[in-house]
């Protein structure tokens, strides 16, 4: 069992920045990827950014060059920063964790982009 808990959203200008944390806990040791999904008002969730065991990262095309995922295994966390940020980014952030059975998810975080 993965139990992940998400931080760090909130209401920021458009062209802001935020940084999301993503903490575990539980059998870490079975995570093989992490990641980010989206889901805004309307639209369905829609995978944001992943990054593998191994490091390697994988970006929506309309967040390339602006978010970074990263993790820190000293920490069990993962982090999500959001830099230039627009209104369409504008949604319910989910951190979640993939084992080779199970996906696990935390319970998402509201970013809103708005002047």
């Known amino acids: 069992q993965v139990h992940l808990v998400e931080s760090g959203g909130g209401l920021v200008q458009p062209g802001g920045s935020l940084r999301l944390s993503c903490a575990a806990s539980?059998?870490?040791?079975?995570?093989?990827?992490m990641g980010w999904y989206r889901q805004a008002p309307g639209k369905q969730r829609e995978l944001v950014a992943a990054i593998t065991s191994g490091g390697s990262t994988n970006y929506a095309d309309s967040v390339k060059g602006r978010f970074t995922i990263s993790r820190d295994n000293a920490k069990n966390t993962m982090y999500l920063q959001m830099n230039s940020l627009k209104p369409e980014d504008t949604a319910v952030y989910y951190c979640?964790?993939?084992?080779?059975?199970?996906?696990?998810w935390g319970q998402g975080t509201q970013v809103t982009v708005s002047s």
């Open positions: 979640y964790a993939g084992t080779s059975t199970v996906v696990y």
């Open positions: 539980g059998s870490i040791f079975s995570i093989a990827a």
